[in-house]
């Protein structure tokens, strides 16, 4: 098929272009989405007998692997694939900018489409959003993990059609960039529950497709976290360096790369130490002198009574003495009086 030309997504290999086939060489330009599946052959069986049909049967494609082009029972086209296993190929993550990252069925009967492609891949319903006068959004959950959607399409004119989104930085941006490379824009930019952003348009060729802008928070959480790996890089740097030297063997002195400083922090270490010790033992001296001058004025309040009472005692004595004194000079003086009457 020379004509086929492999997309690339970084290292990944995402989709494809081609030439209308001769076949259907009167359909429009557009996309169509894969469905991986384990077995090809198997699956074209069980939408056979689930009410879809078979566009294209199970073929493969060298180097690439093996497909069939289908239809569910309301018409929409869809394709099925097993990638064929190549030596250092590995599985692309999604998700990222360049990747197709949702995709939706707009179908006349969404509850029918979904229980077709529920049997045959094992879909599961997420939330659904109610899009008032447009009914109901309902997402479209594998493993727990949203994947797209199915909704009503009002649009009689346009057949039951899947639409697959890509992943881009910022949806005005690639508006813009579409307008001026000749594409058509049919709808947005707009936003969408959740906080996501959607262009809706045309490849200048006719192919209809779409892209989807990540919601703010989500972005502004993928700035901080791509901010901060050169400072946790850094932090974990730190971390890592010893806290301490490592231990010297015995009888060996440690080796000082050249042009280091000495480390002169023990003996500062030391030097605070002792400054430390003198500061504590001025200060216990001090405090030594201050109970003991304390004690002292103490222990002379308490021997002041005692002094008072001994000076007490000994006036007490004198006066006592005294008036001894004056008593028997008083009893001389009258004995002298009585001899001179005689």
């Given at each position: 098929?020379?004509?086929?030309?492999?997309?690339m997504s970084?290292?990944?290999?995402?989709?494809?272009l081609?030439a209308?086939p001769e076949?259907?060489?009167?359909?429009?330009?557009h996309w169509?989405?894969?469905?991986?599946?384990?077995?090809?052959?198997?699956?074209?069986?069980?939408v056979?007998k689930?009410g879809g049909?078979?566009?294209?049967?199970?073929?493969?494609?060298?180097?690439v692997g093996?497909?069939?082009?289908?239809?569910?029972p309301q018409?929409?086209?869809f394709?099925v694939?097993?990638?064929?296993?190549?030596e250092?190929d590995?599985v692309p993550?999604?998700?990222a900018?360049?990747d197709?990252?949702w995709h939706?069925?707009a179908?006349?009967?969404p509850?029918?489409?979904?229980?077709?492609?529920?049997?045959?891949?094992?879909?599961?319903?997420?939330?659904?959003?109610d899009?008032?006068?447009?009914?109901?959004?309902q997402?479209?959950s594998?493993?727990?993990e949203d994947?797209g959607?199915?909704?009503k399409?009002?649009?009689n004119a346009?057949?039951p059609?899947?639409l697959?989104?890509?992943?881009?930085?910022?949806?005005?941006?690639?508006?813009?960039a579409?307008?001026e490379?000749g594409?058509r824009i049919?709808n947005?930019p707009?936003?969408?529950?959740g906080g996501?952003?959607?262009?809706?348009m045309?490849?200048?060729?006719?192919?209809?497709?779409a892209v989807?802008e990540?919601?703010?928070?989500?972005?502004?959480?993928?700035?901080?976290?791509?901010a901060?790996?050169?400072?946790?890089a850094?932090?974990?740097t730190k971390?890592a360096a010893p806290?301490?030297a490592?231990a010297t063997?015995?009888g060996?002195?440690?080796?000082?790369?050249k042009?280091?400083?000495p480390?002169a922090?023990p003996?500062?270490?030391?030097a605070?130490?002792?400054g430390?010790?003198?500061?504590?033992s001025v200060?216990a001296?001090k405090?030594?002198?201050?109970k003991?001058?304390?004690?002292?004025?103490?222990a002379?309040?308490?021997?002041?009574p005692?002094r008072a009472?001994?000076?007490?005692?000994?006036t007490?004595?004198?006066?006592s003495?005294?008036?001894?004194?004056?008593g028997?000079?008083?009893?001389?003086?009258?004995?002298?009086?009585?001899?001179?009457?005689?």
């Open positions: 098929m020379p004509s086929y030309t492999l997309w970084g290292k990944y290999r995402s989709g494809g081609m209308l076949e259907n060489a009167s359909a429009p330009p169509i989405i894969y469905i991986g599946t384990p077995d090809v052959d198997a699956t074209v069986d069980a056979e689930l049909k078979v566009l294209k049967g199970a073929a493969d494609i060298p180097n093996r497909f069939a082009v289908l239809s569910d018409g929409a086209a394709a694939f097993t990638p064929q296993p190549v250092g590995e993550p999604g998700g900018v360049g197709f990252t939706e069925l179908t006349t009967d509850e029918a489409a979904f229980g077709f492609y529920s049997e045959l891949f094992g879909w599961s319903k997420g939330a659904a959003h899009m008032g006068d447009m009914g109901t959004y997402l479209v594998i493993d727990g994947v959607g199915i909704y399409a009002h649009d346009t057949p059609n899947w697959s989104y890509v992943r881009v930085p910022d949806a005005a941006k690639a508006a813009n579409a307008k490379a594409g049919l947005g707009m936003e969408v529950p996501s952003w959607i262009v809706q045309l490849d200048p060729q006719g192919g209809a497709f989807v990540a919601p703010k928070a989500a972005r502004a959480a993928a700035q901080k976290a791509a901060e790996k050169p400072a946790a850094k932090k974990a971390k806290a301490k490592p063997p015995r060996k002195a440690p080796v000082r790369a042009g280091a400083p480390k922090a003996a500062k270490s030391a605070a130490k002792k430390a010790a003198a500061k504590k200060a001296k405090g030594a002198a201050a003991k001058g304390a004690a002292k004025k103490a002379g309040k308490k021997s002041a005692k009472v001994a000076k007490k005692s000994t007490a004595k004198r006066g003495t005294a008036k001894k004194s004056a028997v000079k008083a009893k001389g003086k009258a004995k002298s009086k009585a001899k001179s009457k005689k």
